[in-house]
C-alpha cells in the first residue's frame, strides 16, 4: 500500500501524539522518521541530560507519566524507555530508518507526493513532526582555529571523556551551554564559557518548583496570539536551569566563584586569540532581571489567590566581572584544547516543496500547524500554539487539534463529494 490518507514525517513524541489521536479517529496513516523511536533523544543529547521540567508534566495524548517520581527529573535513558513505552501501548504504523526525500505536489493536484529512500507515497494530508533542530548552527568564525583544536556541537557533544586533555571554551549559554558547561565544571576540566543572551529562571521559589507555579498561573497555556511579538518568541532562547541531581538553579556567577572563566558573546578569532564583546556584565544582569520577575509573577499570583506559601526573596548577585573579564582569551597560552559550540540549529524544510509557507528564515508560517497549502500540518515546534507548544506537557493538545482538523476536513470533502454527484 503506498497511499495513505496521512502521512506523518518524524517519530518522535510529536509525531507519535499525532498518530495517537488519527487512530482513534480511524484515520488510515503512516509515520516515516530517519531512525527509530526516540533516537533524537539518545543520540542528540549528552550523556548526563535530563529533563528541565518535572515528570508530571510528561502527559502524551492517553499516557500520562506513570513512574514513582512525579516531582523529579527523567535522565535521558528515561525519557527514551518514555518515549518507547508510549509507542507500544498504541502499536503506531511506523517505518523507521527511511529519508524523506522530498513532499510536493505535481500540478494541478491536490494529493502529496512522498519521495522516500525506500520508494514513493502518496498522502491526502501531510503533517511534518521533523522539529526545528536540522543542521547545528556553528559560526563561521570556528574556520580561524586551528586543527590543534578539536570543535563539536553540542549535538555531538557526549562527556568530557571525548575531549582532549586541557581547557574547554563553551560558546553560548542557552539551556544547552549552560548545562555542558556544569558538565565540564563538575567533570573537572578548565571551563571557559561564553555568555550569550539566554534568560535563565528559578528552580523552586516560595516552596515549590517554579513550573508549578508557572503551570497553576495558567502560562503553559499562553496562546501565541496574546504574546507582544509573536513571530520573535519563537525564536528566542529557552531559560537555563537543570533538572540534573533533583533539580537546581544554573547560576552562571556562582560557576564563575568556582573557577569557571566568563567573558561576553564571542565577537572574533585571530591568530591564536580569542575576541569577546564587552556584553558580559549586561548579559547576566538581563538573565538575572527575568530570573527575579518570574519570581515576582508568582509573589502576585500567591498574593491575589490568598495563598499560604513561605516567604518571598530576590536573589542576589554573587559575584560581578571585572575588566579582566573583557580580555581576549589566548587559547594556546590557556591551555584550551576544545570548543564546543552550544550555539543552536538552523532550520532545513527545503525538501518540503512548499515555498509559500515559510518566512524570511525558512521557518514555516500557521495557525495552530494549519498552513495555507491545503492538507499541510506542522507540529512540534515552539509556539505552535501556546508557550507549552512543543513539549511533553502540551504537545498533545497540538494533535488533537490537527486530527480534529483533518477529520473535519475529510467529511466536508465527502459532503462535497456527494453533493456533486447528486
Known sequence: MSHFQVIIIGGGQAGLSASYCLKQDNINHLILDRGEIGD????????????????????????????????????????????KRYANSFNPPIKGNVEVR?????????????????????????????????????????????????????????????LPDGSVLVVGSGQSGAQIAEDLHIAGKKVYLSVGTAPRAPRTYRGKDAVEWLEDMGYYDQPIESHPDPEEARHKTNHYLTGRDGGRDIDLRK??????????????????????NDDLTYNLDEADKTYNRIQSNIDEYIENNNIDAPPPSRYTSLWEPSLKNQEPLNYKKEDIKAIVWCTGFRVDYSWVDF?????????????????EEKGLYFIGLPWLHTWGSGRFSHVGQDASYIAQHIVDKFNNELVETCLTRK
Open 255 to 276: 560557576l564563575a566563584l568556582e573557577g569557571v572563566t566568563l567573558r561576553g558573546q564571542i565577537n572574533n578569532i585571530q591568530d591564536t586569540n580569542i575576541y569577546f
Open 355 to 371: 515555498p509559500k509557507v515559510y518566512d524570511s528564515r525558512g521557518f514555516p508560517s500557521y495557525n495552530r500547524g494549519v498552513t
Open 40 to 83: 533524537s533523544w539518545s543520540k542528540r543529547r549528552w550523556d548526563s541530560f535530563c529533563l528541565v521540567t518535572p515528570n508530571w508534566q510528561c502527559r502524551l495524548p492517553g499516557f500520562d507519566y506513570d513512574g514513582n517520581d512525579p516531582k523529579g527529573f527523567m535522565v535521558k535513558d528515561e525519557i527514551v524507555d518514555y518515549v
Open 102 to 162: 522530498k513532499v510536493y505536489k505535481k500540478e494541478k493536484s491536490e494529493i502529496f507526493e512522498v519521495s522516500t529512500s525506500i520508494g514513493d507515497f502518496t498522502a491526502d494530508k501531510v503533517i511534518i513532526a521533523a522539529g526545528a533542530y536540522h543542521i547545528p548552527n556553528i559560526l563561521p568564525i570556528s574556520s580561524h582555529i586551528g586543527d590543534d583544536i578539536k570543535q563539536l556541537h553540542s549535538a555531538d557533544y557526549k562527556n568530557s571523556e571525548q
